[in-house]
């Protein structure tokens, strides 16, 4: 059975930093291409980074460019998000998720998604 | 970047009822279109994709169409059980932009 389990979510001063990790399990993990989206309490889904397969084509919206810094772990099946200078606003579940299949080249859908773990910014 | 807008932002059908929602690409994004269900505090689930397939397990009275900038997903018959946000998202190439989704209620 195909898995993600992320953890490393919690509540965080504004200006801190946390690193989330997601456990990939049931397929070859460093053939897909992976993500992060967080969803604001109540808002929408938000694409906050992505990482190619073998790690060396990566991506950020301006919302997040500078601050966080995705990274993998091919041996270990695992997938990283370093959020630092966090915000209020960055306040969400965030969401490890994988390319629907090999099939579709970097244009994919997403399929499976992880449970989330939720991340809080506050003072 | 290309935007995603939705239509309408809530809707709130009866059972049984033919459902519509709408998804306008403010680009031409071919048929690189995905629609997902993310029900009430769970976590988003992939309903169809390439506009109009259906993912595996997906019930039947789900259908996409559109191709191009304009897209529908339409529900045949309203269940209790598709009570649900729905999202539309492009996909070909970053940035993977989402609508701003569609809050479907029972009447």
């Known amino acids: 059975e195909v898995q993600l389990v992320e953890s490393g979510g919690g509540l965080v001063k504004p200006g801190g930093s946390l690193r989330l990790s997601c456990a990939a399990s049931g397929f070859t993990f460093s053939n897909y291409n992976m993500k992060w989206v967080r969803q604001a309490p109540g808002k929408g889904l938000e694409l906050v980074s992505s990482?190619?397969?073998?790690?060396?084509?990566?991506y950020y919206p301006d919302s997040v460019r500078g601050r966080f810094t995705i990274s993998r772990d091919n041996a270990k099946n695992s997938l990283y998000l370093q959020m630092n200078n966090l915000r209020v606003e960055d306040t969400a579940m965030y969401y490890c998720?994988?390319?629907?299949?090999?099939?579709?080249?970097?244009?994919?859908?997403?399929?499976?998604w992880g449970q989330g773990t939720l991340v809080t910014v506050s003072s | 970047d290309i935007q995603m807008t939705q239509s309408p932002s809530s809707l709130s059908a009866s059972v049984g009822d033919r459902v519509t929602i709408t998804c306008r690409a403010s680009?031409?994004?071919?048929?690189?279109l995905a629609w997902y269900q993310q029900k009430p505090g769970k976590v988003p689930k992939l309903l169809i994709y390439?506009?109009?397939t259906l993912q595996s397990g997906v019930p039947s009275r789900f259908s996409g169409s559109g191709s191009g900038s304009d897209f529908t997903l339409t529900i045949s018959s309203l269940q209790p059980e598709d009570v649900a946000t729905y999202y539309c998202?492009?996909?070909?190439?970053?940035?993977?932009?989402f609508g701003q989704g569609t809050k479907v209620e029972i009447k």
């Open positions: 990482i190619s397969s073998g790690g060396s084509y990566i």
């Open positions: 998202q492009k996909y070909n190439g970053a940035p993977w932009t």
């Open positions: 680009q031409d994004i071919r048929t690189y």
């Open positions: 998720v994988r390319d629907l299949n090999l099939l579709c080249g970097g244009d994919c859908p997403f399929d499976p």
């Open positions: 390439t506009a109009s």
